[in-house]
Each structure stands twice: as structure tokens, then as C-alpha cells.
């Protein structure tokens, strides 16, 4: 039995963890999570739709036409730090030292291809003048101006790019200017998230980075709302304490801190559900922080978005429609046929073999628990080796048949089988979501009743030196809405453009001329 004591209740409180969820917790390490079971990878005309040029238009012009009458919101996941897009410049100062070797010798000695490529397109970033202007006449030598480059932007007491927000560093040069990828969000929100002149975004981010999120919207929103004809009403949240969760040894005890206090550690984006289910909107685009172009391509990315949501749309006319047909209770086994055709054909709803051996009263009860469900229509872009979730259907324990996004993590690598289907996947998910999360009624759905908690993650980790394990929740595109409707659909490669290492920036959706 776990024992806690009274310090242990107090931090308890203070995060407002229950006890209960700890223990939860514990007995998630001791029985393991379960891998996924993938029955088959999701393609197109099975399980991902791909539309024609006049399908798109078409869907467009439903979003266009009705957008007006709903509430939209941009939800951008923006709490990642800039660390981990550095982290070849930060071994490169710790192994290059200028005055013993050239930079040749050192590319030579180490083959670093990552360093390489930073420099022969130094030019080309957009931070570029900025720091030649502020090193100008320090380097005896190229080789030591190199280094003096990458000093400047990531040492504590120069630029500090390193602890930035990735949402704040320069991605584009227009002109003189440096855009930020927050910036770029408010350009691509007036495209498809403004309704009466006005669009409405939400930021997640850390708690540390607060000041410097709004002092970036103080120094941009008048020069954007100028060219973009935008009101624009931005707030921001905090990943919730609550979600942290407890760390244990490698036997499932507590893990303690040396201080006696028991580790939690954030949950991960999966935690960022509590965060979504918080917002009042009928229509969601979700997309992350560093997942922005540059404005010679917008226009695409913005069309790309109102067909998903056009889609959304015209398949929340029908689920509605249907839903207030079964409140009535009088339905014929012909229109719970139909009702039935249209979960299975158009909301990709698998039913269990013995569905029509139910009694009607049975079969309207299931057929009003698949209807009455948050959709979300999501983005699929063709698998070109970037790593990433992808589509599939899976069968859980109780042989229920459905359409997630797996990651690698959640398959069982041993299984020769179940590798031979994860490498059949032709596409894979780029975070690119629209979500519909109310009902035919307009109210809200909850959508922590929605999440499925067996599908997190158990990671190892070290704290001062010891091993322990941790637990993320399920991601916020993975189990956190595996209970959702799905709809897969093909868009073009151009909406996607994540920035993972520093040179992603020299790729030409990220390059203005």
C-alpha cells in the first residue's frame, strides 16, 4: 500500500492532484500500457479522403458561406522552447574552440553535416545581419567569426535564442523585419479565423515565457492589423499543474526529490485537452507554433484549412440533423439504416458484427452515442520519411474497430506483423486539425470524456543520477481524442513546415525570396 504523508497531501493540494489520480497513476507503471493494436494502415478511399479541385471549391464555399454564424477559434500549442532546435550549435561551442583548429579540420574530424549546412546557409537566416551587426570586427578570422555567430545567439549573457519560446525567434526577413512564427499565426488567423472583422487565437504557453508572448503582441498587432484589416483577440493558458504527473522508481515506488518532495513532471501536450475543452467556440483549427510559411505561399495553406473546415461543416449539418431525429424516439428500421450508413460511410464509425441483432431500442441508444460526439476533421500530408503519428485503424480489446493517429512509440517493434503495417503507412498526421466540439443542441461536449487513458506513454528517465520512470498522457491528438469522430483528409505538402533544427529555416517555405 502507497503511503503518504502529510507534506505529501499538502503538495498534493497545492497542484490540486487528487490522491486518487496518483494512485492511478502507480498502478498505470506497475501494469504497463498496452501497445496499440494496428489492424491496417489508413489510405486513400480507405480511411483518408483525398478531394478534386472542384470538391475543394465546393467545400470552400460552404465554409465561406457559413462561417459568418459561427464562432471560430486558431488554438496553437506554443509552449515548446527553442532548446532542442539548437542543440548542434550548443555541441558545436563545446567541441570547436577556433584558436586550436580550423573550421575545415573540425568538420573533417567530426563529419558534422548539421554544422556544415548552418554554414553555408548563414546568409540566409533571418536573424543574420542582426548578429553580424553585433560581432561586426570581433573575429581575427572566418573560422572564429563562425563561432563568435553561434556565441552570440546562444550564450546566456548575448541573444539567448536558446531559452526562447520557438514561437518568438525570427523565422522570416521581410526586409528588415524578422517574423516570428507568433506573428505568422496572426497572418494566417485573419485568412480563415476571422469572422465581422475580428479573429479570435489562443496561445498554450509556459507560464515563464507570459511577459514575453504579450510584449511580442504589443510590438506587432498594430502593423498586422493594418495589413490584414484584423481585430485580433488573443489570450493565452498555462499548462494546469493538475496535469503534472508523478514520477516512481524503477520499481513503482514514490520517486522522491532530495528535499523528500515527491517529483511530478508535465504531462505533456496531451495535458493540453484540459486547456482545449476550456474554449467556447463552434469551429477549431489546431496547429502548432513552429508550423508556419512564409507569405508568398499563406493563400495555400489558408485554402487548405477551409476546405477542413468546410468539410467539418457539412458533416455537422448531417450528424445534427440526424441526432434531433433519434430525440424523437419514433424512428423506423429504415432510418436507423440510414442514420447507421451515414456513421460507417461518412464519419468512418465501425459497429460490432451483431449490430442488427439488437432491438431498436438498443441499436438507438448506440447509434445516439457515435452521433453525439466531438468530430475533427484532421490533415494528412504523404509520407516523405518526416518523423511523426500516422493514420490508422486500430482494434482495441474489445475488438471495436476505429480511425486514430498512432505513433511509433505505441506499436510493438518486436512484432514483425505490426511493424509490416506501420511501415505500410502512406501518410502521416502534421498536426493539422479542425474540431467541431458541440452538439446538434450547441452545447458544449466535455471533452475529458473523450480522452482515452490508455494510451499515454511510460518513458525512462534520470533525476540526480538515478533512473526513474514518467508518464505522459495521452497526446493531444492521439488518445486524448481517440473517442472523437475521425476524418482523415489528404492536403498538400505545402501546410507542412515545422521548424526542428535551426536549418529547417533555410527551406524554401521558409525563405521569403
Not at 539548437?86 to 567541441?95: H, P, T, Y
Not at 514575453?212 to 493565452?236: D, L
Not at 486500430?394 to 518486436?414: C, G, P, W
Not at 501518410?427 to 494510451?455: A, I, M, R
Request: hydrophobic share 40%; with cysteine.
Amino acid at each position: 500500500m502507497t503511503a503518504f504523508s502529510s507534506s505529501d497531501h499538502q503538495q498534493l493540494l497545492d497542484k490540486g492532484i487528487k490522491k486518487e489520480k496518483v494512485l492511478d497513476q502507480i498502478e498505470t507503471f506497475k501494469e504497463g500500457i498496452p501497445f496499440v493494436h494496428l489492424e491496417k494502415a489508413a489510405i486513400i478511399s480507405d480511411g483518408i479522403l483525398k478531394f478534386s479541385p472542384t470538391e475543394e471549391k465546393e467545400l470552400v464555399s460552404i465554409f465561406d458561406k457559413l462561417k459568418a454564424k459561427k464562432a471560430l477559434l486558431k488554438f496553437v500549442p506554443a509552449s515548446g522552447a527553442a532548446s532542442r532546435m539548437f542543440k548542434a550549435l550548443f555541441n558545436f561551442l563545446e567541441s570547436f574552440d577556433p584558436s586550436k583548429e580550423s573550421l575545415k579540420s573540425y568538420l573533417d574530424r567530426t563529419g558534422d553535416k548539421d554544422i556544415e549546412a548552418f554554414v553555408d546557409g548563414i546568409k540566409n537566416f533571418p536573424f543574420y545581419d542582426k548578429i553580424e551587426k553585433r560581432i561586426s570586427g570581433m573575429a581575427k578570422s572566418n573560422d572564429e567569426e563562425v563561432y563568435l555567430f553561434v556565441q552570440e545567439m546562444l550564450a546566456e549573457d548575448k541573444l539567448n535564442y536558446g531559452f526562447y519560446p520557438k514561437g518568438l525567434l525570427p523565422f522570416h526577413k521581410y526586409g528588415t523585419h524578422g517574423a516570428t512564427p507568433f506573428e505568422e499565426h496572426l497572418k494566417e488567423g485573419s485568412l480563415y479565423a476571422k469572422v465581422d472583422g475580428a479573429a479570435q487565437l489562443h496561445f498554450t504557453i509556459s507560464e515563464q515565457h507570459d511577459e514575453m508572448f504579450k510584449k511580442e503582441f504589443k510590438e506587432v498587432n498594430e502593423r498586422v492589423s493594418k495589413a490584414t484589416g484584423t481585430e485580433f483577440r488573443v489570450s493565452y493558458s498555462y499548462q494546469k499543474p493538475a496535469t503534472d504527473t508523478v514520477a516512481v522508481t524503477m520499481t513503482n515506488e514514490l520517486f522522491r526529490n532530495s528535499d523528500g518532495s515527491l517529483l511530478f513532471r508535465p504531462g505533456g501536450h496531451g495535458a493540453l485537452i484540459e486547456n482545449l475543452n476550456e474554449q467556447n467556440a463552434d469551429i477549431i483549427f489546431i496547429k502548432n507554433i513552429d508550423n508556419v510559411v512564409v507569405d508568398k505561399v499563406v493563400d495555400q495553406v489558408a485554402n487548405s484549412k477551409k476546405v477542413l473546415a468546410g468539410l467539418l461543416l457539412k458533416l455537422q449539418e448531417k450528424a445534427f440533423a440526424y441526432a434531433a431525429l433519434l430525440e424523437k424516439n419514433g424512428e423506423t428500421l429504415d432510418e436507423v439504416m440510414e442514420v447507421k450508413s451515414f456513421l460507417e460511410e461518412q464519419l468512418n464509425v465501425r459497429f460490432v458484427s451483431n449490430f442488427d441483432s439488437f432491438t431498436i431500442a438498443q441499436q438507438l441508444e448506440i447509434l445516439k452515442d457515435k452521433l453525439n460526439r466531438p468530430i475533427r476533421i484532421c490533415g494528412m500530408v504523404k509520407n516523405e520519411g518526416e518523423p511523426g503519428g500516422g493514420p490508422f485503424w486500430i482494434k482495441d480489446k474489445t475488438d471495436h474497430i476505429s480511425l486514430q493517429i498512432i505513433e511509433s512509440a505505441q506499436v510493438d517493434m518486436s512484432n514483425g506483423g505490426q511493424v509490416a503495417i506501420f511501415k505500410n503507412s502512406t501518410h502521416f498526421n502534421p498536426v493539422d486539425l479542425v474540431c467541431g466540439v458541440k452538439n446538434y443542441k450547441g452545447e458544449k461536449f466535455n471533452l475529458l470524456n473523450f480522452v482515452d487513458h490508455k494510451q499515454g506513454f511510460i518513458t525512462q528517465k534520470t533525476k540526480d543520477g538515478k533512473d526513474l520512470k514518467a508518464l505522459e498522457l495521452p497526446g493531444l491528438w492521439n488518445g486524448a481524442m481517440a473517442y472523437w469522430n475521425t476524418i482523415f483528409v489528404e492536403v498538400p505538402l505545402v501546410t507542412f513546415n515545422p521548424v526542428k533544427t535551426v536549418n529547417d529555416l533555410l527551406k524554401p517555405t521558409h525563405q521569403v525570396k
